[in-house]
């Protein structure tokens, strides 16, 4: 039997990317990363900021997410994103844009910290891609 | 009876229409098949949305203390009403019947004495509706500048529409747009997004309900952080759909027109070509008969 399961990430514009031979996936989930692999229980959590790990036989492929939804259940997962982008042709531009915004969002003071947390998470993400 | 040189005019400037809505026709069409294709695209992103709430909502213990989003304020008094249009005009009854429906769900409300706020998107709602409404409507949008559809636009309807709920401006939401069925056929719709109606909710019952689920974390934070998200969906979804709709009720719209344009050029030209005979006939009887009068 096989240990592969299918993966299929949606942003609101398009299905983003599917692949039906996935090993593994690491996925920065709120409470932590998580590795899901073939069998998983059926789960439902959200994404902080980070990068989505997907192994499969040729490879590996990481993709750059805000924010999402994940979704598992009879060994497929959906991750449901607004903004997704593949690390292999990210525009550095756009990132460096959006590390910035997110340092100016960390100086209000009125953020919650549940806001704070995300946003912080984001600023490390990014500035480890950078 | 028009002179010869007016009905020409009149035949040039016909055609000259006829070449207008030709033209506007092929560009509705090339349109029409992008923004189809981005609606299909966009629909898995919903529908999933649509089914993680689901499965959310039902396996949530205490439904009393849950996101307001999901059960209501509690009350139905103010109601916010999202008119979705286009910003352009000459697309048939597209504009018109959404606001036709709105305009319907408005009268009701008075009449059962509650109040309404409106927002509108896109230029053309606002023009249709300032005349009877000007006093309800409280903010009007448009995204004549996007050239295409994006996430970005609908988020921002919808954190206008979340950050009026926290101030408890309204208790119940509903938006209007219209759904693309066909070319040929587009139809209003009226639906209600705060708080959360799942249109599936009889069909799911049919479904076995004990695929259970682990969370994480519980169940009612991932439901408060996934409702806000799903108002913009909704708002973009239905952008989408009324984009597919508005191309469509254009394209067919300029179609009717041509082949109008067509006819009449027609019946004039027919027209042109018989007072143009009745002229020749007329000179010719005047030569004869005074030819034979000599």
Excluded: W
Excluded at chain 2, 174 to 195: A, C, D, E, L
Excluded at chain 2, 253 to 282: C, F, H, P
């Amino acid at each position: 039997m096989s240990e592969e399961f299918k993966i299929e990430i949606v942003n609101p514009e398009s299905s983003f990317y599917v692949n039906e031979g996935i090993i593994e996936a690491v996925v920065p989930a709120y409470e932590g990363e998580m590795g899901i692999l073939k069998d998983h229980i059926s789960i439902i959590s959200f994404l902080k900021p980070g990068i989505i790990k997907v192994l499969t036989k040729t490879g590996e492929e990481n993709f750059y997410v805000e924010d999402g939804i994940l979704e598992f259940k009879n060994n497929s997962l959906s991750i449901l994103t607004s903004i997704i982008m593949d690390l292999k042709n990210i525009d550095k531009s756009l990132l460096s844009e959006n590390l910035k915004k997110a340092e100016n969002e960390l100086e209000y003071t009125e953020l919650n910290d549940q806001a704070r947390f995300l946003i912080s998470q984001k600023v490390e993400i990014l500035k480890s891609i950078n | 009876m028009p002179s010869l040189d007016d009905l020409k005019k009149r035949i040039t400037s016909v055609k000259s229409t006829q070449k207008i809505t030709k033209a506007m026709k092929m560009v509705a069409t090339a349109k029409l098949r992008k923004a189809q294709e981005n609606a299909e695209k966009g629909r898995p992103y919903s529908e999933r949305m649509n089914n993680i709430i689901l499965n959310l909502s039902k396996n949530i213990s205490d439904k009393e203390n849950s996101s307001k989003l999901l059960v209501g304020t509690g009350r139905e008094d103010t109601h916010l009403c999202i008119v979705l249009t286009a910003d352009r005009g000459l697309c048939g009854g597209f504009n018109t019947n959404i606001i036709k429906k709105a305009k319907n769900y408005f009268d009701k409300l008075s009449k059962e004495g509650k109040k309404f706020k409106i927002i509108t998107v896109g230029t053309k709602g606002y023009d249709q509706l300032k005349r009877n409404y000007k006093d309800k409507i409280i903010e009007k949008i448009s995204f004549k500048d996007s050239k295409n559809i994006n996430y970005f636009d609908a988020e921002k309807v919808g954190s206008l529409i979340l950050e009026k709920f926290d101030k408890e401006e309204f208790d119940i939401c509903t938006i209007f747009y219209n759904k693309f069925k066909n070319v040929m056929t587009q139809i209003p719709q009226q639906q209600q997004i705060i708080p959360l109606q799942s249109e599936e909710e009889n069909d799911s019952s049919n479904e076995q309900p004990d695929d259970s689920y682990e969370f994480e974390p519980d169940e009612d934070e991932i439901l408060s952080n996934l409702l806000p998200k799903n108002i913009s969906t909704q708002i973009f979804k239905a952008m989408l759909e009324n984009s597919a709709s508005e191309q469509g009720s254009r394209m067919t719209a300029m179609d009717n027109a041509t082949r109008n344009a067509g006819e009449l050029v027609d019946k004039l030209s027919i027209e042109y070509n018989r007072s143009r005979q009745a002229a020749i006939t007329k000179e010719l009887i005047e030569i004869i008969s005074g030819a034979e009068s000599l």
